[in-house]
């Protein structure tokens, strides 16, 4: 199994914005570390992108291996594990008929996760109660926001 932990922060929403990614093999003792910034972002923009960063650093790597992505964000978590088969559904669109916010990035979410076998599972993990791995995805996201 392949452990994924990710974040994503923004200063003002829109403003500077910074995602985290810590991966592991679950063979392995060491977390890698990944993170990024944008200077004029969302947060919820900052939440998918971490997990496609994430998931564009292991995919050759995860080869028949689960990777399970875990994230505080009911969006990217919900999104992932039922909203974006309806958003297909109706040519992305929500049920009230609109646009989907942030299409771009869902697609490509949904493209890389279909690209793995099996297709990685979303999990989503409580913020800030003491989930050493999640406090550590957020304090990188915020300190990456801070540096955009």
Not at 15 to 33: D, T
């Amino acid at each position: 199994m392949i452990e994924v932990f990710t974040d994503g922060a923004c200063l003002g929403n829109p403003g500077r914005g910074g995602w985290a990614a810590r991966i592991k093999l679950s063979e392995q003792s060491q977390w890698r570390e990944i993170c990024g910034s944008e200077k004029l972002t969302t947060n919820n923009r900052m939440e998918l992108t971490a997990a496609i960063k994430a998931i564009e650093s292991i995919e050759e790597k995860s080869k028949n291996i689960l990777v399970v992505i875990r994230s505080d964000s009911q969006y990217l978590v919900k999104g992932m594990n039922g909203w974006i088969v309806d958003w297909q559904k109706r040519g992305w669109r929500t049920a009230a008929k609109k646009p989907v916010q942030n299409v771009d990035l869902w697609q490509k979410l949904l493209q890389l996760s279909l690209k793995l076998n099996p297709k990685p599972q979303f999990i989503w993990v409580k913020g800030h109660e003491g989930n050493i791995e999640n406090e550590k995805v957020d304090q990188m996201a915020k300190e990456a926001a801070l540096n955009a």
